[in-house]
């Protein structure tokens, strides 16, 4: 092998193969505009510095604007919610700052909650946070006709759809056991819980459950199925009549979970008017409960304390613009769950004390593994 005879010449022409390196780069990389650019890097001091940032800041910004998904196992616990990620809000503004924060996470979907949504102070905006779900939970009055009602709201943004669970007493159909809804939350790590149909109470309607059919019997309710992608897939009555009927249908739109009460109410922002159902004595003013959907993964339920029927709830939640929209058990069984605490007031009393011992909940869960949450 031939030596070098120059030693020191050779050491110099390695020391300038990463200049010449970094020289390439840098013709290859695209200034906001080429004249400014190159102006920048003959000039000398602040302005070299300026075109050096200027392609800093190009880089980063390619990285900053990029959202880690995470997605939950089929069949796992969620992880723990991260309790500094709750608070609560005594000003819209502070809502309206989360929002900013969460830009990545909302992704261009529209808060329901807004400046001008007159929430209750009293209560404040209870609300969790972080890089895979926003939930939100306020009081407010809300109009119907003449009528003014007391509502409870929920909202929630995910990041991924294996968010979106359901939960029955004791993980198994037909478990005669019964429990508090906040309990159920807890077992499940759940950031967000609410009522569910309460299908241990009735036998109509389709349950699925973990993609399973338990029970077909929907001759006379509406069903609402969860499908792969955390949609609202309703089933009107009647229309599935045999479990091949139902199995097709399951496996065809990929069908999580159902809940069994109804009626629809909204579907593709159209109200869906009945002039008579089976549950729920919908053309009698009661406290009622719904669950809706405005856009992917984004959902929003309101359980009343005050009496209406289920048109009356159709024009309220018509009102506020929501895509689609099914009738859950209302009544006693209506609750909202976070942080451990049933934050809806209802006409049997306030917090925890007032709950009903139930066979189910739906919740929204975080996505982010405990190891990579932020300090």
Not at 250 to 262: K, P, W, Y
Not at 315 to 330: F, I, K, P, S
Request: charged content about 20%.
């Amino acid at each position: 092998m031939k030596k070098e005879k120059n030693p020191r010449a050779a050491l110099r022409r390695w020391m300038l193969l990463p200049l010449f390196i970094f020289s390439l780069a840098l013709c290859l990389l695209d200034f906001s505009g080429e004249e400014r650019g190159i102006r920048s890097l003959r000039s000398p001091g602040t302005e070299l510095s300026s075109a050096f940032t200027g392609v800093k800041q190009q880089a980063l910004d390619g990285i900053i604007t990029i959202r880690k998904t995470y997605r939950l196992a089929p069949g796992t616990l969620a992880p723990a919610p991260d309790e500094n990620g709750y608070g609560v809000a005594e000003t819209a503004d502070e809502i309206l700052a989360l929002f900013e924060e969460a830009k990545l996470l909302l992704n261009g979907r529209e808060p329901l909650f807004s400046a001008d949504t007159p929430f209750l102070s009293e209560y404040g905006i209870h609300y969790y946070y972080d890089e895979s779900i926003l939930a939100l939970v306020w009081c407010q009055n809300i109009m119907e006709d003449d009528w003014e009602h007391f509502a409870t709201f929920s909202e929630v943004f995910l990041s991924d759809a294996s968010q979106f669970r359901r939960k029955l007493s004791d993980d198994v159909f037909g478990a005669g056991a019964h429990k508090f809804p906040t309990d159920m939350a807890t077992e499940v790590n759940a950031v967000l819980a609410s009522s569910g149909d309460f299908y241990r109470f009735r036998p109509l309607g389709m349950c699925v459950y973990d993609g399973v059919l338990y029970r077909l019997d929907t001759e006379k309710v509406d069903s609402c199925g969860v499908d792969e992608n955390g949609d609202l897939i309703f089933i009107p009555a009647g229309t599935l009549q045999t479990e091949e009927e139902a199995n097709a249908f399951i496996q065809e739109h990929h069908i999580d979970f159902t809940l069994s009460f109804g009626p629809i109410m909204i579907e593709n922002h159209e109200p869906v008017y009945h002039s008579f159902y089976a549950l729920g004595e919908a053309n009698i003013r009661y406290p009622r409960c719904c669950l809706a959907q405005n856009g992917p993964l984004h959902y929003i339920e309101m359980v009343l304390k005050d009496y209406a029927t289920v048109w009356g709830v159709t024009q309220m939640m018509m009102e506020l613009g929501v895509e689609r929209c099914y009738a859950l058990d209302g009544g006693q069984t209506g609750t909202i769950v976070m942080q451990g605490t049933a934050l809806n007031p209802s006409i049997y009393g306030y917090g925890n004390g007032a709950q009903r011992v139930q066979s189910d909940i739906i919740y929204f869960a975080s996505a982010i593994p405990e190891s990579e949450r932020r300090n």
